[in-house]
């Protein structure tokens, strides 16, 4: 990617500006991926954790309603780019944006920030920052970056105790993800409630809202909306927190669907020749590990685990619920952003 990517509202045509109270209402999917999204596990054998197109995804996400498409890939944005690059695509509706995967490095605990209206040169510096989350934060701030915490309790596991991890939370994001439409819906009423008992302490704390989709048929499931006429006022009205969020979750059988569907792809392409690896030997390397786990494949590893994970996420998100109303919420707003 030798070229400077330039954020997508300059490659857009000069639109005059409409006051917000005469724009009409936009909806846009803020967490969606392409085939540019790779799986964080096994990463020696290549594989993708999505396999859907760019293009695929835009047409899809317009048919659906959507005013605006956001490409967020995990630590690429290969797939924006490309994506500004296809004939019939309008780069004015294109938000470039990215799922970084950064650590808190006390705790090691990963978490996913999704950074929106971002250029090829922030891609870089993010990736050089992520292993510090508070670093990666720090980076979106000067540039003036909307960035938002994804699926806050996915990986949350008690590396700190909660009242520690809120407090954290609080003191980097003013956005968060309040509707995932991936994750079990308990803890989207889980991040919910947080935002209400912050806003009932004076914590501004935004939600957003996005499909996570790593299949085509779940973009514009969930999204975020907003009243703007150009992606720029789009993101300038849920940077401001005037906007809402809605749609629907797959649902742990759905969810298991996708998940059983991208790994057929994996194996799918790679015994077609189409696989992932460059050159023989990595290629077979690929081929060899991943035929001694297909019978594991078969008997429902990736159930077990997508289903473990499910357990685990609404176990955490229930101790969440119980636990808000006796956080130390005086010290909880010391530590906030205001």
């Avoid at 991890?165 to 989207?188: C, K, M, R, S």
């Avoid at 993101?235 to 649902?251: H, I, K, M, Y």
């Avoid at 297909?294 to 685990?312: E, H, M, N």
């Amino acid at each position: 990617m030798a070229r400077v990517l330039r954020p997508s509202r300059r490659s857009a045509p000069v639109v005059k500006s409409i006051p917000m109270e005469m724009s009409s209402e936009a909806l846009a999917d803020l967490h969606v991926h392409t085939r540019y999204s790779c799986w964080r596990h096994l990463r020696f054998i290549h594989p993708r954790d999505c396999y859907s197109e760019p293009r695929a995804v835009y047409d899809a996400a317009l048919a659906r309603g959507m005013r605006f498409v956001a490409i967020t890939d995990h630590n690429a944005v290969e797939g924006a780019l490309r994506l500004l690059d296809q004939p019939g695509v309008n780069p004015a509706l294109v938000i470039v944006g990215e799922e970084v995967e950064a650590v808190f490095p006390e705790t090691g605990q990963w978490v996913h920030v999704n950074v929106l209206d971002m250029t090829e040169e922030d891609h870089r510096r993010l990736q050089a920052l992520r292993g510090d989350v508070r670093e990666v934060v720090a980076y979106c701030r000067e540039r003036g970056l909307l960035c938002v915490l994804n699926h806050p309790f996915q990986s949350y596991l008690g590396q700190k105790p909660l009242q520690a991890y809120i407090e954290d939370l609080l003191g980097l994001f003013t956005h968060v993800e309040g509707l995932n439409g991936a994750v079990p819906e308990l803890q989207n009423r889980a991040v919910a409630e947080l935002c209400r008992v912050a806003a009932a302490q004076g914590i501004p704390l935004t939600q957003a809202g996005g499909s996570d989709a790593h299949r085509l048929r779940r973009v514009g499931a969930a999204w975020t909306r907003a009243r703007a006429e150009t992606a720029s006022d789009f993101l300038r009205e849920v940077r401001a927190g005037r906007c809402t969020v809605g749609g629907t979750t797959s649902g742990s059988t759905g969810l298991l669907r996708d998940v059983y569907a991208v790994v057929g792809t994996y194996y799918g392409r790679l015994y077609t020749g189409r696989g992932e690896a460059k050159g023989a030997v990595a290629y077979a390397v690929d081929a060899g590990f991943a035929t001694l786990s297909l019978p594991a494949a078969l008997l429902g590893l990736p159930a077990a685990v997508t289903l473990g994970s499910q357990i685990r996420q609404k176990a955490v998100s229930r101790r969440v619920l119980a636990r808000l109303s006796v956080l130390d919420w005086q010290n909880l707003s010391a530590a906030a952003i205001v």
